[in-house]
């Protein structure tokens, strides 16, 4: 599916609004105003803006412990985003999820988890509901390499293929699991390939270019819409920082950094929507402006919204069962 022009601008825009969140959280945390850790999304800022490209405000994604990305591209208020990171009274779950925690449902955020590859029963959950309500919903499931090492990743590729259910599973492959390299737990380089076991369609794409992302979630969104069950998008990414923001990342050899440094997101996307003409150079300084404006003030916003009070400790934790 080929992006038109306002769609290339969307693609470049959110790539790097979520570039300069990440960056702007980096910064907040080093001076101790978010606490607990984060696991930052910088370097995989593509594959969030390029997937959420093709989805409705309507449909559902579900979302990891490295969740900042999947949210602001799911169309999130940047706010509230951030007020949660801070732990703020005004975050958008009112500062008692945090970072890996961090949903706004209203956007179409079912959550975001600290459990590895737990998120992928829940999107069998979600896109079942959506095919009984016959409601046209699509959800996607992002998850990691690492995630994809998980049984219930076997389990819920299986149901979603048997039942035939609109989903997108998106794999985050950036090559690592905390400290552990992909090649040295997986037999394949290509982990879509799994997929075919399943008879799951599935890609493998560059998750550095927003646009190429954008074309094969269109297209799978397409066939989970229509009926046609699940498809499987590999994203081959890296991410820029360690694994937290505790960890320097040494493990990871220089020329590999190096290497993926030059195939950096927010530049491959931009020349991407630049080749398509969906924005020159001169355009793209003004989009800059204004999504550093916007992380600005979503900053401003969080550093100067109150901490819950004592009071609110067990309020909003639990739903009430009518
Ligand atoms: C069930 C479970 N096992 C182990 C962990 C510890 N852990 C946290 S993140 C992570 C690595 C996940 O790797 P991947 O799925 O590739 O995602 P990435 O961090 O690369 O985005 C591990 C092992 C956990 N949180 N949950
Ligand atoms: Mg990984």
Partial sequence: MTATKKKLVELYTNTLRIRLFEERVWDLFSQNLIPGTVHLYLGQEAVAAGVAGALEKKDWVQSTHRGHGHVIAKGADMKAAMAELMGKRTGSNKGKGGSMHITQFSAGVLGATGVVASGLPIAVGAALSAKMRRSGEIVV??????????????????????????????????????????????????????????????????????????????????????????????????????????????????????????????????????????????????????????????????????????????????????
């Fill in 141 to 322: 499931c992002f998850f990691g390499d690492g995630a994809s090492n998980n049984g219930t990743f076997g389990e819920c590729l299986n149901m979603s293929s048997i039942w035939k259910l609109p989903v997108i599973w998106v794999i985050e492959n950036n090559l690592y699991a905390m400290g552990t390299p992909i090649k040295t737990v997986c037999p394949t380089t290509d982990i879509a390939r799994r997929a075919d076991g399943y008879c799951i369609p599935n890609v493998v794409v560059n998750g550095n270019d927003a646009v190429e992302v954008y074309e094969a979630a269109a297209e799978a969104a397409s066939r989970a819409r229509e009926g046609n069950g699940p498809t499987v998008i590999e994203c081959k990414t890296y991410r820029l920082k360690g694994h937290s923001r505790f960890d320097p990342g040494k493990y990871r050899p220089e020329d590999e950094v190096k290497a993926w440094l030059e195939r950096d997101a927010v530049a491959t996307t931009l020349q991407a929507v630049i080749e398509r003409k969906g924005i020159t150079k001169l355009q793209a300084d003004a989009v800059r402006v204004d999504v550093q404006k916007e992380v600005d003030e979503a900053a401003k916003y969080a550093l100067e919204s109150p901490y819950p009070d004592l009071g609110e400790t067990f309020t909003s934790v639990y739903t009430e069962v009518r």
